[in-house]
């Protein structure tokens, strides 16, 4: 079980990259949080140290949990927004939508999903950046944003703008894709696919609208 920091712990946990969770700090501070259960130093070169989802689960403890099911309305914080002014991929239908927009902000997203690869490939024993890794599977709004921003689809405004919506599902391990468009729903499923996602097309009961429920692969 992982004990919890101290306050300088805590601050070099709350500094963390956002997207892969590497560590910046002293050698007795990362050794310290290895001690924890909240960070672990990868095994090959340069052996740098990165949070565990219990470190993770610390750094996020502040953020409301995304509320399950339907689109609207979209939470204020959630599993795909993070405090405190660090990167967060849009979830679709915020209030607050960042301040960068266009080239700038794409620049941020791609270079936070070469962030996320490169933790798939040092978090693997294979070296692959095929599946999705551990801080995915804790973060599941957020890295299925992620993956769909980085890729150039347009999330929902918050007007109620066209666009996707990732929700949190009653179930542990899926997200819910929301996007009223037919072909760019489709667009959004190959994207995920092609990131790792195992992803199907559902109907709601209630309103009959067309959404993705979309899960990490394992194999």
Known sequence: MALSPTAAQRRVIDAADPATGRLRGSETQLAALVKRGLAFR???????????????????????????????PAPAADDGAAGGGVF?????????????????RLREVRGA??????????????????????????????????????AGHRPAGPEGEDGYRVRATPQPEAVAVHEPDGTARRACAQTLERAGWQVG???????????????????
Do not use: N
């Open 88 to 104: 967060a991929a849009r979830v679709g239908g915020e209030e607050d939508v960042p301040e960068s927009t266009g080239p700038a």
């Open 201 to 219: 097309e559902h109907t709601e009961p209630r309103t009959r609208a067309r959404y993705l429920l979309a899960s990490p692969r394992k194999v």
């Open 113 to 150: 999903w070469q962030g996320l690869l490169e933790l798939r490939r040092m978090t693997r024993p294979d070296g692959s950046s095929e599946l999705p890794c551990a801080w995915e599977r804790t973060h599941l709004v957020r890295a299925a944003a992620l993956a769909l921003e980085a």
């Open 42 to 72: 990868h095994p090959r070169p340069p052996h740098d140290h990165f949070l565990t989802p219990a470190g993770h689960r610390i750094r996020d403890a502040d953020a409301e949990p995304d509320p399950p099911g339907r689109p609207e």
